[in-house]
């Protein structure tokens, strides 16, 4: 089996609560993802999807995806996309990092890969742990009253673990994670997600300010030299995210003691290869992992549910139903949340098929 051509596509996906918004004053309401189909010989097609934040979360941008893709795919032309491996080495040989622009090309060939061999992802990746995947919950910054009044509402869709969006002023944080944290039900878990918006010494306040409340610290400042800083200041759980985007970060924070749990992003990583290898070293370590991506719809959330449930119950954390955040459907088959949470589709490969007309025609065709 050989690549024949690989097509890109940009899709609109419109926030279902009109925004998104995160430290730093960033806010989003409109996705721009990047969808990828690779095709054979055979004419089995794969498909994959990346979506960054925006251009201010990670260093990557919606527009360097599809420019990076354009670059690197006629690389992969006459490889077997079966081949992971190789696939990988390729893009790594060819370009040197850029990640997100890899992950898309990596998911469509898992997809293929199942497509061939008439096994879900899932079970390619290691098989199913669980009945379903318990999911997470993030709550845009707002007001710490609106804030906390999206708790009840969420709980209401069976979540049962909630993420606050913080990493503004200081005393407005405090606030918005105290009013959450009266809100929660026994049992349930709250998450005080940063996103690198605080300084060390605004972070250590506000670990302070709440050292009585039962939460987790998630990604308190930009560098993992600050968040270590942090954590060694802190006995609130701690979960490391955007400073963790290789395999050799993963073993350096769990060496530091820097973290209790990692925010896993697919697209972070480079693709579903990476970040299956990174799964299986956090299993091996005893790391729990929240499994997620930067932004998508039906095709990234696929990947995710695929990822997510094929990780021993034990080790994970949570994971997220993108697809649901988002007012516009891309595939049929994607996940759905049911009372908190999502199972793997069970069709071959993905177990998705893109709606065409949603994605119209490609921004550009290679091969």
Not at 9 to 33: I, K, Q
Not at 217 to 240: K, N, W
Not at 294 to 308: E, N, Q, R
Request: net charge negative; proline share 6%; glycine share 10%.
């Amino acid at each position: 089996m050989k690549i024949t051509g690989i097509a890109v596509y940009r899709v609109e996906l419109p926030v279902g609560e009109g925004s998104y918004n995160w430290s730093n004053d960033n806010s989003v309401s409109v996705f721009d993802s990047t969808v990828v189909a690779v095709e054979t010989d055979t004419e089995i097609t794969g498909w994959g999807e990346v979506c960054p934040l925006g251009a201010a979360y990670l260093p990557s941008y919606p527009a360097g995806a599809r420019v990076g893709i354009q670059e690197l795919a006629p690389k992969l032309i006459g490889l077997d996309p079966c081949n992971l491996g190789m696939i990988n080495l390729f893009m790594d040989r060819a370009m040197r990092g850029h990640p997100y622009v890899k992950s898309a090309l990596d998911v469509a060939c898992w997809d293929i890969l199942g497509k061939v061999a008439e096994l879900p992802v899932v079970t390619l990746l290691g098989g199913r742990h669980g009945d379903a995947v318990a999911l997470y919950r993030a709550i845009s910054q707002e007001s710490p009253e609106a804030m906390a009044a999206k708790v009840a509402g969420y709980r209401a869709e069976g979540y049962g673990k909630f993420q606050l969006k913080l990493g503004g002023e200081p005393l407005i944080d405090i606030e918005r994670i105290r009013q959450c944290a009266a809100q929660l039900a026994p049992g349930e878990i709250l998450i005080g997600d940063a996103n690198t918006g605080w300084t060390t010494q605004e972070a250590l306040r506000v670990a302070a300010a709440v050292h009585d409340i039962d939460c987790f610290i998630e990604q308190p400042c930009a560098s993992y030299e600050e968040c270590r800083v942090v954590r060694q200041h802190t006995d609130r759980p701690f979960i490391l995210d955007e400073v963790i985007d290789t395999l050799g970060q993963v073993v350096r924070g769990y060496a530091d003691s820097a973290m209790d749990v990692i925010n896993l992003k697919i697209s972070k990583v480079g693709g579903l290869t990476k970040a299956r290898q990174i799964r299986d070293v956090c299993v091996g370590l005893g790391v729990p992992m929240i499994i997620e991506d930067t932004w998508g719809g039906d095709i990234v959330t696929a990947a995710i549910a695929h990822l997510a449930h094929s990780t021993p119950e034990e080790f994970r954390f949570a994971a997220t139903d993108f697809n649901s955040y988002v007012t516009r459907p891309t595939a049929e088959g994607g996940p759905k949340r049911v009372h908190g949470k999502m199972k793997a589709p069970t069709a071959p490969g993905l177990g998705i098929e893109p709606f065409k007309d949603v994605l119209g025609k490609p921004l550009f065709r290679i091969g």
